[in-house]
T-cell receptor, first 113, second 111 residues
Framework: AQSVTQPDIHITVSEGASLELRCNYS??????LFWYVQSPGQGLQLLLK??????LVQGIKGFEAEFKRSQSSFNLRKPSVHWSDAAEYFC???????????FGPGTRLSVLP | DTEVTQTPKHLVMGMTNKKSLKCEQH?????MYWYKQKAKKPPELMFV???????INESVPSRFSPECPNSSLLNLHLHALQPEDSALYLC??????????FGPGTRLTVL
């Protein structure tokens, strides 16, 4: 069965600092991978996705992620964090049947001024 | 347009009430989803509709009853809920294995 782990429950960074959020997945085939962001009490917004091809994918709001098959990872990065990036971040993989996502537990990002 | 709309935004109901949540999308997506999300947790899948037919029911109690009247609409009928059912209910749609687009959610409080 597929699974997604996000090792960091909570990360705090200073505004302007770089950010990396970790995501590891367990999947038997080439995965479809996603990163979503959720502000408090809101729905989930897609940041970026990986289906195939170039392993470095660019997303919205200056985020990027790199797919590394050898490490079963899909880490999210941003070179300079803004205070508005404070939110919950979820990594997800589409399951074998392609009908539902398996979400990671989420990483809460706090940004210090 | 990648918008999924949900109504109402907030709902407070008693344990004997009957209410419905509504979700709508006009992206031509053929799969629609209901998720339940508790605080500080990821969304938990409840139901999946593919081509207007229920394809996944994740062992959800019968007090939750989904309905897909057409390819653009998804309802969730609520009856005799318990306080532990209080949560954010999220609707999403997709072209099957592709990206899921989420609505803003309905914040449900059961008294």
């Amino acid at each position: 069965a597929q699974s997604v782990t996000q090792p960091d429950i909570h990360i705090t960074v200073s505004e302007g600092a770089s950010l990396e959020l970790r995501c590891n997945y367990s999947y038997g085939a080439t995965p479809y991978l996603f990163w979503y962001v959720q502000s408090p009490g809101q729905g989930l917004q897609l940041l970026l996705k990986y289906f195939s091809g170039d392993t470095l994918v660019q997303g919205i709001k200056g985020f990027e992620a790199e797919f590394k098959r050898s490490q079963s990872s899909f880490n999210l990065r941003k070179p300079s964090v803004h205070w508005s990036d404070a939110a919950e971040y979820f990594c997800a993989v589409v399951n074998n049947y392609g009908q539902n996502f398996v979400f990671g537990p989420g990483t809460r990002l706090s940004v210090l001024p | 347009d990648t918008e999924v709309t949900q109504t109402p935004k907030h709902l407070v109901m008693g344990m004997t009430n009957k209410k419905s949540l509504k979700c709508e999308q006009h992206m031509g997506h053929r799969a629609m989803y209901w998720y339940k999300q508790k605080a500080k947790k990821p969304p938990e899948l409840m139901f999946v509709y593919s081509y207007e037919k229920l394809s996944i029911n994740e062992s959800v109690p019968s007090r939750f009853s989904p309905e897909c009247p057409n390819s653009s609409l998804l309802n969730l009928h609520l009856h005799a809920l318990q306080p532990e059912d209080s949560a954010l209910y999220l609707c999403a749609s997709s072209q099957l294995t592709d990206t899921q687009y989420f609505g803003p959610g309905t914040r449900l409080t059961v008294l």
